[in-house]
């Protein structure tokens, strides 16, 4: 049976949609399943362009998952250098990618409980992959969401995770996935953490902070 959605919650919905259109497309680039757990986890407090900027060679050097597994660090590392936090992810990719051929036979698990052992993957990657690669309804909370469901009145929760389940309580499940796009996007155009454009906003009129800021 479907889950009641509350009017304003589809209000708000529709809003996205007729805004940012329903193509939940990944902002990040990549070819094989692999390469985007890797996008995703280069991609912590990292913009998706600088990201893709480094991942077009990236995947060209390293073309298997073979590759990053036999990987020495410290070339790795200076390969995803203009990344924040590069020393620590180029170990994580490379204890992933082989954790990943010894026991999933080089294939990327589908349960949150299999993804989040990887090195380097938490909820947030971990729902990027169910998403992305498996289409399960999954909701990915970044910095952005949570301030936007804070501000939309969604939660009032900060932990990540008891937002991901208000969120998960509160919007369809067709609107799981979906609504990581727009609300990405939503908030580095407009719900910015400093200076949002309140008067450019299209649902000013459903936010709890709208004239505050």
């Given at each position: 049976?479907?889950?009641?959605?509350?009017?304003r919650?589809?209000?708000?919905?529709?809003?996205?949609?007729?805004?940012?259109?329903t193509?939940?497309?990944?902002?990040?680039?990549?070819?094989?399943?692999?390469?985007?757990?890797i996008?995703?986890?280069?991609?912590?407090?990292?913009?998706?362009?600088?990201?893709?900027?480094?991942?077009e060679?990236?995947?060209?050097?390293?073309?298997?998952?073979?590759?990053?597994?036999?990987?020495?660090?410290?070339?790795?590392?200076?390969?995803?250098?203009?990344?924040?936090?590069?020393?620590?992810?180029a170990?994580?990719?490379?204890?992933?990618?082989?954790?990943?051929?010894?026991?999933?036979?080089?294939?990327?698990?589908?349960?949150?409980e299999?993804?989040?052992?990887l090195?380097?993957?938490?909820r947030?990657?971990?729902?990027v992959?169910?998403?992305?690669?498996?289409?399960?309804?999954?909701?990915?909370?970044?910095?952005?969401?949570?301030?936007i469901?804070?501000?939309?009145?969604?939660?009032?929760?900060?932990?990540?995770?008891?937002?991901?389940f208000?969120?998960?309580r509160?919007?369809?499940?067709?609107?799981?996935?979906?609504?990581?796009?727009?609300?990405?996007?939503f908030?580095?155009?407009?719900?910015?953490?400093?200076a949002?454009?309140?008067?450019?906003?299209?649902?000013?009129?459903y936010?709890?902070?709208?004239?505050?800021?």
């Open positions: 049976m479907a889950k009641r959605v509350s009017k919650t589809e209000e708000i919905l529709a809003r996205f949609d007729a805004f940012y259109g193509d939940d497309r990944c902002y990040l680039q990549y070819d094989k399943p692999y390469e985007l757990l996008a995703v986890i280069l991609s912590a407090q990292c913009t998706d362009a600088r990201v893709n900027m480094v991942t060679t990236l995947f060209q050097k390293y073309d298997t998952l073979e590759k990053f597994a036999g990987a020495d660090e410290d070339e790795l590392a200076m390969d995803i250098h203009s990344i924040g936090f590069y020393r620590a992810k170990h994580n990719i490379i204890l992933t990618a082989r954790m990943l051929l010894a026991e999933y036979g080089g294939e990327v698990p589908r349960t949150l299999e993804l989040t052992r090195p380097g993957v938490g947030k990657t971990a729902n992959i169910r998403g992305n690669i498996y289409r399960e309804p999954s909701v990915v909370v970044d910095t952005h969401v949570k301030r469901a804070k501000r939309l009145g969604f939660t009032k929760e900060d932990d990540p995770t008891k937002v991901e208000d969120l998960m509160k919007l369809p499940e067709d609107h799981w996935i979906l609504c990581n796009m727009q609300w990405i996007t908030g580095r155009g407009i719900c910015t953490a400093r949002p454009k309140c008067d450019a906003c299209f649902l000013k009129e936010c709890k902070e709208y004239g505050k800021h």
